[in-house]
């Protein structure tokens, strides 16, 4: 690392699971890798952290891993000196001592607070919005990823889209892919299924018709919340990482869960896949297959609106009744009233326009990338002008 390189520190409150460090070290590691900045990740959970990045010690207060130095978010705060860019994640409130330093610095900081994903409309005019300091002579500006070109787009790495067609395109690349997770490649004809989901009633209905239905399904479950779910359904009260299970024409495998840089594999080698969240839902469009987001529930319910806005954004360019089917398994997965066999038969029915369109979908956002568009409007606010993005 060049010691004349940007710096950037990165702040993660882990709220519970998995998104707000899976976002963040992912962001962590493009802009080290990609453009060539010094990147300080500090991190309030690094027990959290080493279950993406296992070589990580989640004892250690300062570690360097995959070239992005990790540092525990420790109480108090130790004092140090604070970068040229500061990207606090998901409004995590940093700390006073830290904010302090930054009004203190001859050159302020670039502030930036990277929100949360959405879909919905009111997006495009919060992004890049200022927040001036109540006290000190600073400003915190927002910055809100989405699908729109009025937004900050998505993580996607520079890589990532070859990759995925690399290995879409290499028979032997996808044999590795299942030796490696300790399964013979399956059968031609067999549906693959990869299910990374919060726990769901919905689950048993789903697989009776996976059960009984005419396809052989293979259903890959990483470890998670939903596997209580799973061994309810095959009468298992401790499914753990390598269990099999059948019934019918379905069959289940639990899988560990793998290092974040991993996980698209899983993604790319299923025909359909169930994610969660936030990352693993954007990863899902990259992987381009036909995919059942299950949002993060949210107790006052704004969930659900979420959850339309993205399935009326991503919806609009498909035939209505793609778009139609595609709706009703959503709608069904997030919790609303509906025969799962009846919505999953007909997403079924509608999977290769659905494929058809999601590869559309993922080209039609590559152009609208978080990092670079993160790193433009630090320069755009005026106190990064010497600073050389890498990569571009
Ligand atoms: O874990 P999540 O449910 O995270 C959620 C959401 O981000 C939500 O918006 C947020 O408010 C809440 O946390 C606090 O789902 P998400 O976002 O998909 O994050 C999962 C991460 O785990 C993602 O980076 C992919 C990664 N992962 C692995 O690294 N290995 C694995 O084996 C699997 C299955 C996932």
Redesign the pocket.
């Known amino acids: 690392m060049d010691k004349n390189s940007f710096r950037c520190d990165i702040f993660c409150n882990v709220?519970?699971?998995?998104?707000?460090i899976?976002v963040c070290w992912?962001l962590a590691r493009q802009l080290a890798h990609e453009h060539g900045l010094a990147v300080r990740l500090w991190v309030d959970d690094l027990g959290s952290f080493a279950r993406?990045c296992p070589e990580a010690d989640a004892g250690l207060a300062v570690q360097r891993c995959r070239g992005v130095e990790v540092r525990l978010w420790s109480k108090p705060f130790p004092d140090t000196q604070p970068a040229d860019l500061v990207i606090e994640a998901f409004a995590c409130k940093l700390p006073e001592g830290y904010i302090e330093a930054m009004a203190a610095q001859a050159q302020q900081p670039v502030w930036i607070n990277l929100e949360?994903l959405s879909a919905e409309d009111w997006v495009e005019s919060h992004h890049k919005l200022p927040s001036p300091h109540p006290r000190l002579p600073l400003t915190k500006y927002y910055f809100f990823p989405g699908f729109t070109a009025k937004t900050g787009g998505l993580l996607l790495e520079r890589d990532l889209l070859a990759r995925r067609d690399a290995f879409l395109g290499d028979g032997e690349q996808q044999r590795d892919f299942w030796r490696g997770i300790g399964i013979e490649p399956p059968p031609a004809g067999a549906l693959k299924i990869s299910m990374?989901v919060?726990e769901n009633a919905a689950l048993q209905g789903l697989f009776d018709a996976w059960a009984d239905g005419a396809q052989p399904v293979l259903c890959l479950v990483?470890e998670?919340r939903i596997l209580p779910g799973v061994g309810l359904y095959f009468g298992d009260d401790a499914p753990t990482a390598g269990k099999a299970y059948a019934r019918g024409n379905l069959q289940v495998r639990v899988l560990p869960?793998?290092?974040?840089e991993r996980?698209d594999e899983l993604l790319w080698a299923c025909d359909i896949n169930f994610?969660?969240?936030?990352?693993?839902?954007v990863?899902a469009q990259w992987a381009a297959k036909p995919f059942v987001w299950h949002i993060?529930p949210q107790h006052d319910g704004v969930h659900m609106q979420k959850l339309r806005a993205f399935i009326g954004k991503y919806g609009a360019g498909l035939p209505t009744g793609a778009a139609r089917a595609q709706r009703s398994l959503w709608e069904a997965w997030n919790g609303e009233a509906a025969s799962l066999p009846a919505v999953w038969n007909d997403f079924l029915a509608h999977q290769s326009m659905l494929r058809e369109y999601s590869g559309h979908w993922a080209r039609q956002l590559a152009g609208n990338n978080l990092a670079l568009n993160l790193l433009d409007f630090s320069r755009e606010i005026g106190r990064m002008r010497a600073f050389k993005i890498e990569g571009q």
């Open positions: 709220i519970d699971n998995f998104g707000d899976g992912r993406l949360y990374f919060y990483p998670g869960f793998v290092e974040q996980y994610v969660r969240g936030e990352d693993s839902c990863r993060y």
